[in-house]
């Protein structure tokens, strides 16, 4: 069963006269506990079909499903139901807000949900208890990391969009915020996708979408991910 599926996804970017295909008749699923990584070159297209799984922006043409429904027919306004109620997100540089605490951050997450985790327990659940009223100038990069996945999961959402989640990130560091990642995957039921260049990165997931041009290169589902750095 997929969470969300794509099919013949086609979107393109008018530049002035000139037309950018940046994506070109793609499909591909995103299943629900499971960490699937978007593969490519920088231009390939990651950054749009990632807009495309969260509901930043709709396909040229082409169909998405999230679950039982069609996000690619959607309006500004339901997109933007779809992203409060479903999709957390994770950025390369953390985006945490500089004078409000972690808790503070990751209370802005979830601020519209019901059923969300508190601060506290969505800090704990990366391994941040008691760093709640840390500033984030107060907090290396990879517990800034943290503190965002924090962010991002407290409302349970059904995806969780990581764009180059260690791209500001030493290797060590890297890991260690991919395997909170896998973890998020393996213990609960959010579907986990990670963008990125980086192909030791794909290996730790448990499917690869590989982009190149705006192209499909390869869609391996069901691989046994490999933990990163071996
Ligand atoms: P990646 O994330 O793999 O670097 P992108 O999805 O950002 O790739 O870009 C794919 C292609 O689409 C590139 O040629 C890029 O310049 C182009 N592109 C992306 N977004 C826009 C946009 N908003 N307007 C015009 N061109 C865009
Ligand atoms: P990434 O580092 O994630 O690949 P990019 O630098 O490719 O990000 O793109 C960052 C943002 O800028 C994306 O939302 C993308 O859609 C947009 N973008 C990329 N290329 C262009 C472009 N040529 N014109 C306008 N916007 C673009």
Not at 70 to 95: C, K
């Amino acid at each position: 069963m997929s969470l969300i599926s794509l099919t013949n996804v086609v979107k393109k970017y008018s530049v002035g006269k000139q037309e950018v295909i940046a994506l070109d008749h793609i499909s591909f699923e995103i299943k629900p506990a499971k960490m699937t990584v978007v593969l490519g070159p920088s231009g390939s297209g990651k950054s749009t079909a990632l807009n495309m799984l969260g509901g930043m922006d709709t396909p040229t043409s082409g169909t998405i499903w999230a679950d039982d429904q069609e996000i690619s027919t959607f309006n500004d306004g339901q997109l933007t139901l779809y992203r409060r109620d479903h999709v957390g997100f994770v950025f390369q540089h953390y985006n945490l807000i500089p004078n409000l605490t972690a808790a503070e951050n990751v209370g802005i997450g979830s601020q519209y949900s019901r059923d969300a985790m508190s601060p506290a327990e969505a800090l704990a659940s990366v391994g941040l208890a008691g760093r709640e009223r840390s500033f984030p100038s107060e907090l290396s990069g990879g517990q800034m990391q943290r503190v965002a996945i924090a962010r991002a999961i407290a409302k349970r959402p059904r995806l969780l969009l990581c764009d180059e989640p260690t791209g500001a990130l030493d290797s060590g560091t890297g890991r260690t915020v991919i395997e909170l990642l896998r973890s998020i995957a393996d213990t609960t039921d959010t579907a986990v996708v990670v963008v990125t260049h980086n192909a030791s990165i794909a290996a730790a997931g448990d499917a690869t979408v590989t982009l190149h041009d705006g192209q499909l290169q390869s869609h391996v589902q069901y691989q046994v991910p490999v933990p990163v750095g071996e």
